[in-house]
């Protein structure tokens, strides 16, 4: 059975982008390849700097965890880890750091384009040296496929690249892992914007269906959702975003193929209200087996226990691997 890593950053609420395009495969393929699935709180530090807002990471971590076991997510069969609790993440990625040249990190886009924006600004080391944390995230799992977008490809190349060297100078060591493009998801549009996708981080919540709103927001957001003014139920990206994304939002949370929702309606009212009724039938039992977890901390931190040391036995005997590899002096 191959192992499958993927991994999301705690930072912040959930939305319905992430849940149809994202989270819902990782819950159905949960039985065909042993899932690990880490929650990347060091990772999301790049991001964090200077936010002033103590505790916000830790509670944020908790709820996605919450979030992950609410959308199905069984810690039976899948391994749902946070990064900073297994503490061979951080030594692996200095190893990494040692593995990987200036050079190389130098050419990624990511940080080519984060740093770009950020110019002026701060700009912490860790998110120049940040691939070789995820390096070390993919590598300690032993993990043959990791599942990303476009914008992380670039991540797990350099992970391959610093495996092979690795394994070349000091002898087989890791697992070479492959980027693999997740099963295609709903490419979920803002509702307000339906050019660009649903993402936190547009001007304004209103075209953003979180997992937590309440089925009155739900239906208000649905309602003022940006459409056209041909006033004709037909899927065309191009020419109809708007109700395209409707489209493919209901379609995606009920299971009926486009063409014939096509069909089914000639007016964008009943598309709109269909649309948010099937939402909230997707979300509203999500929401409430999240809202008993986040109400019975004991349960919920039992949960994240079982994950971080099924995570923990697999990621210290690599670690130990590599020291091993390396000729570190043995522990004493
Ligand atoms: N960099 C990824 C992102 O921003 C998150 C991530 C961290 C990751 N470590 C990983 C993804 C390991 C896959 C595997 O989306």
Known sequence: ???????????????????????????????????????????????????????????????????????????????????????????????????????????????????????????????????????????????????????????????????????????????????VHPKAGARVMDLQDPTSKMSKSASTDAGIIFMLDDDAVIEKKFKRAVTDNDGEVRYDRQAKPGVSNLLDILSACTGTPIGSLESSYSQYGPLKKDAAEAVISVIGPVRARYGDLMADRGELTRLVRIGNERARTVAASTLARVHSAVGLLPRV
């Not at 190389?104 to 984060?114: G, V």
């Not at 912490?124 to 995820?134: D, E, I, K, N, R």
């Open 1 to 179: 059975m191959s192992r499958v890593l993927s991994c999301i950053q705690p930072t912040g609420p959930v939305h319905l982008g992430n849940h149809l395009g994202a989270l819902i495969n990782w819950v159905a393929g949960q039985q065909d390849g042993d899932a690990y699935h880490g929650i990347v709180d060091l990772h999301a530090l790049t991001a964090h700097e200077g936010e002033g807002s103590p505790g916000l990471l830790g509670s944020q971590t908790l709820e996605l965890a919450a979030m992950l076991f609410a959308v199905g997510l069984d810690p039976d069969v899948a391994t749902v880890f946070v990064q900073s609790h297994i503490h061979e993440h951080s030594e692996l990625s200095w190893i990494m750091e040692c593995t990987v040249s200036y050079g190389e990190l130098s050419r990624m886009t990511q940080f080519k384009d984060k740093s770009a924006k950020r110019e002026g600004e701060f700009i912490s080391a860790g998110l120049f040296t940040y691939p070789a944390l995820m390096a070390a995230d993919i590598l300690l799992y032993d993990a043959d496929e990791v599942p990303v977008g476009d914008d992380q490809r670039q991540h797990v190349e350099i992970t391959r690249d610093v495996a092979i060297r690795f394994n070349h100078r000091f002898g087989e060591t890791f697992t070479v892992p492959k980027a």
